[in-house]
């Protein structure tokens, strides 16, 4: 039973970890790192280094295994957060408005009309 709970809490931690991993498509297609959360990306690597280090200090790979995974999702994500800086005109909710050079909005007039 203790084996069993410990695979299902690992599995929880790897989800945990690879959740922000979500809006790399955001980042991606979007060219704008404005979707991630910088606080909780560095602070998720941080933790994940320190139990990284912990379960080689105590030789158990059963903390190694989803905190290394965690490290490596955490330097994937600052790499695409270096990669694809934050546009520096965002709107309220830290989502970066597209603006030509003569700063209207690149957004088609269609998505302006729905309200």
Do not use: C
């Not at 704008?32 to 030789?59: D, E, K, P, R």
């Not at 994937?76 to 800086?85: D, P």
């Amino acid at each position: 039973m203790k084996s069993v709970v410990g695979v299902a809490v690992n599995l929880n931690l790897i989800f945990f970890y690879a959740a922000p991993l979500s809006t790399i498509m955001t980042v991606l297609r979007t060219k704008n790192s404005s979707s991630i959360h910088g606080w909780t990306m560095v602070l998720n690597t941080v933790n994940a280094v320190f139990w990284s280090i912990y379960s080689l200090a105590i030789q158990d790979y059963y903390i190694l295994i989803p905190n290394g995974l965690g490290f490596l999702f955490g330097i994937l994500q600052m790499v695409m957060y270096m990669i694809y800086r934050q546009s520096d005109i965002t709107d309220g909710d830290g989502i970066a408005q597209f603006l030509d050079e003569d700063g209207n909005s690149k957004a088609g007039d269609s998505q302006m009309d729905i309200i």
